[in-house]
């Protein structure tokens, strides 16, 4: 059989040293899944998961533990772990730099939902969402809503309000969004540097039809309208 697959080993030194200079990313609530921190049971861990992933055709870097990727944005780990059930694997998770910190806004522009037109990478396609960011150091989360509004739509935003948080792919990352309902005054040009190519307005009812024929896949809108609808803020 042959092996598939990066070849590339987790960095273990510098895992080593978030261990020391940042240990706030290894504490865990009693009764979940513990990281495993002590040498032997670390390679024990990873002994096992190689042999697994061996009869699955892939490299035994695939079982190393350690820091994968670091950069301005995201740090993402593997981490060796101990199952409630007392059995031992490992688990990829992705930090993000900012504190996992960002807002999503459901704009409404003269009674219409104000949607963009992005292309994501990592889908290789467009999607309609809302426009969402990260908090920025030293910014408050309404800072953030008027500036992705003006950013992302060119829009201005007259009055905003807090309609809940949710976390985003909790199998892997530790993303939240913290979700608001803006009024816009005014819509200008999309922000083709972040690959937002269009702006699409669309009545309430249009939008909640959209969501039931799977036209609407962006989940942070899905999340927001409801949100709004359920305290009737939108009809």
Same mark, same amino acid.
């Given at each position: 059989?042959?092996?598939?697959?990066?070849?590339?080993?987790?960095?273990?030194?510098?895992?080593?040293?978030?261990?020391?200079?940042?240990?706030?990313?290894?504490?865990?609530?009693?009764?979940?899944?513990?990281?495993?921190?002590?040498?032997?049971?670390?390679?024990? %861990?990873?002994?096992?998961?190689?042999?697994?992933?061996?009869?699955?055709?892939?490299?035994?870097?695939?079982?190393?533990?350690?820091?994968?990727?670091?950069?301005?944005?995201?740090?993402?780990?593997?981490?060796?772990?101990?199952?409630?059930?007392?059995?031992?694997?490992? $688990?990829?998770?992705?930090?993000?730099?900012?504190?996992?910190?960002?807002?999503?806004?459901?704009?409404?522009?003269?009674?219409?939902?104000?949607?963009?037109?992005?292309?994501?990478?990592?889908?290789?396609?467009?999607?309609?969402?809302?426009?969402?960011?990260?908090?920025?150091?030293?910014? =408050?989360?309404?800072?953030?809503?008027?500036?992705?509004?003006?950013?992302?739509?060119?829009?201005?935003?007259?009055?905003?309000? $807090?309609?809940?948080?949710?976390?985003?792919?909790?199998?892997?990352?530790? %993303?939240?969004?913290?979700?608001?309902?803006?009024?816009?005054?005014?819509?200008? =040009?999309?922000?083709?540097? =972040?690959?937002?190519?269009?702006?699409? /307005?669309?009545?309430?009812?249009?939008?909640?039809?959209?969501? /039931?024929?799977? =036209?609407?896949?962006?989940?942070? %809108?899905?999340?927001?309208?409801?949100?709004?609808?359920?305290?009737?803020?939108?009809?």
């Amino acid at each position: 059989m042959g092996v598939k697959g990066s070849r590339r080993q987790a960095d273990y030194r510098r895992y080593r040293e978030l261990v020391e200079t940042r240990p706030g990313l290894f504490d865990r609530s009693e009764g979940g899944i513990a990281i495993l921190l002590d040498e032997g049971d670390i390679a024990a %861990a990873s002994k096992l998961v190689a042999r697994r992933n061996r009869a699955k055709g892939l490299p035994a870097s695939s079982a190393s533990i350690g820091v994968l990727v670091e950069d301005a944005y995201i740090l993402v780990l593997r981490d060796a772990v101990r199952f409630p059930d007392g059995s031992l694997g490992t $688990h990829n998770r992705v930090i993000y730099a900012n504190g996992a910190r960002g807002v999503g806004v459901l704009p409404l522009l003269d009674g219409r939902i104000v949607l963009l037109r992005v292309f994501r990478h990592a889908i290789g396609r467009f999607l309609l969402e809302i426009p969402r960011g990260s908090v920025e150091a030293g910014d =408050e989360l309404e800072e953030t809503v008027l500036r992705e509004i003006a950013e992302e739509t060119g829009g201005h935003v007259t009055t905003a309000s $807090h309609l809940g948080r949710s976390f985003c792919d909790t199998s892997l990352s530790n %993303a939240g969004l913290d979700y608001f309902l803006a009024q816009l005054s005014c819509v200008g =040009e999309p922000q083709l540097s =972040e690959g937002i190519f269009d702006i699409v /307005m669309v009545t309430p009812e249009r939008f909640a039809e959209m969501v /039931m024929t799977g =036209e609407m896949e962006d989940t942070h %809108a899905v999340n927001a309208f409801c949100m709004a609808r359920l305290r009737g803020l939108v009809p």
